[in-house]
């Protein structure tokens, strides 16, 4: 019913109260659409005809009531629970975007199980490299310390250097003992060619 006076107040229109006849438009494909654009024609459509009219209350339309045609899952879906979650968040290509990409995230995820197990172990090898990379060096000058007294002054020189940028290796509190361990070996070995120096 369309109440008397609704249309204009001032000039009384209608001049009755009159019984509204109107027929339900029905969307209608002829085959079924993909569904993301069944979300996106609902969405749409709810826009332009949500807000209310004269005839209509806000929200009443688009309504799944006196249709000709039965719903589509995707529609009957949208009507129970709105817009997808992630289409109400995000705009329409990411979150089709992302949807398609979930197919994906199962094999993602077992790929990426091993490669968490691999993490903890490979922090405290990456920690020991910045210290274990210079023993090579301190044990290549501790072999050779039957060599000339020339050679001693350079591998003393060579131990300082070494030892010099040992001092400068950042490590965490957990692996400050390994670090303290070279210095103390260094030391060792610089001790070591010390002794020969003073007994040629």
């Known amino acids: 019913m369309l109440p008397e006076g609704v249309i204009n107040l ?7 109260e009159t019984r509204l ?8 494909a002829h085959k079924a659409p993909h569904p993301a654009l069944i979300d996106l024609l609902l969405q ?9 009219g004269w ?14 045609f039965p719903l589509s899952k995707e529609a009957k879906r949208f009507y129970e629970f709105g817009p997808p979650l992630l289409q109400r968040y995000l705009p329409f290509w990411a979150a089709t975007l992302v949807d398609r990409l979930k197919v994906m995230l199962l094999p993602l995820l077992a790929l990426m199980i091993p490669l968490f197990k691999l993490m ?15 023993y090579r060096e301190v044990l290549e000058i501790d072999r050779h310390t039957d060599t000339p007294e020339s050679k001693i002054e350079v591998a003393i020189a060579d131990l300082d250097t070494i030892d ?18 070279l210095r103390l070996h260094i030391g060792l070995v610089r001790e ?3 002794r020969l120096r003073s007994d040629r």
């Open 55 to 68: 005839f209509e209350q806000a929200g009443q339309l688009p309504s799944p009531e006196y249709l000709v």
């Open 192 to 194: 070591k060619l010390e």
């Open 21 to 28: 006849l109107a027929a339900n438009a029905n969307p209608v």
């Open 164 to 181: 010099r940028e040992v001092s400068k290796v950042s490590v965490p509190l957990s692996f400050a003992e390994e670090l303290y361990d």
């Open 120 to 134: 903890p172990p490979l922090y405290p090898w990456r920690i020991r490299s910045r210290i274990y990379r210079w």
């Open 44 to 52: 749409a459509t709810s826009e332009i005809h949500g807000r209310g």
């Open 10 to 16: 001032e000039q009384n229109l209608p001049r009755q």
